[in-house]
Nanobody, 122 residues
Framework: VQLQASGGGLVQAGGSLRLSCAASGHTFSYYTMAWFRQAPREEREFVAA????????YYADSVKGLFTISRDNARNTVYLQMNSLKPEDTAVYYC????????????????WGQGTQVTVSS
């Protein structure tokens, strides 16, 4: 599985962005998909995950109610809608795929995209 993340950019605090992650391969719906992020000098942090069917989602407490993860299995794409962005959301955002239940454990994800930069100005 190859993953290509896009949609990052520069946005003012309070604004919104939608990230996309397109996957190659034939069995996209088999994989739980997740978003992680990494700020400068910080460890990679879990953001959200969604099961293969899309029926189960899991969020980090810091983004619950602000970010929404979704997927379109017909398009082999997972999305992260980010609303009410804050400067502390500034990071490189990575999508990941794994044969797992939705989890915040990065070791459960076998495939990673290259990351897309999100910068939130104050």
């Amino acid at each position: 599985v190859q993953l290509q993340a896009s949609g990052g950019g520069l946005v003012q605090a309070g604004g919104s962005l939608r990230l996309s992650c397109a996957a190659s391969g034939h069995t996209f719906s088999y994989y739980t998909m997740a978003w992680f992020r990494q700020a400068p000098r910080e460890e990679r942090e879990f953001v959200a995950a969604i099961s293969g069917s899309g029926g189960s989602t899991y969020y980090a407490d810091s983004v619950k109610g602000l970010f929404t993860i979704s997927r379109d299995n017909a398009r082999n794409t997972v999305y992260l809608q980010m609303n009410s962005l804050k400067p502390e959301d500034t990071a490189v955002y990575y999508c990941a795929a794994g044969v797992t239940i939705p989890t915040m454990n990065p070791r459960r994800y076998d495939y990673w995209g290259q990351g897309t930069q999100v910068t939130v100005s104050s």
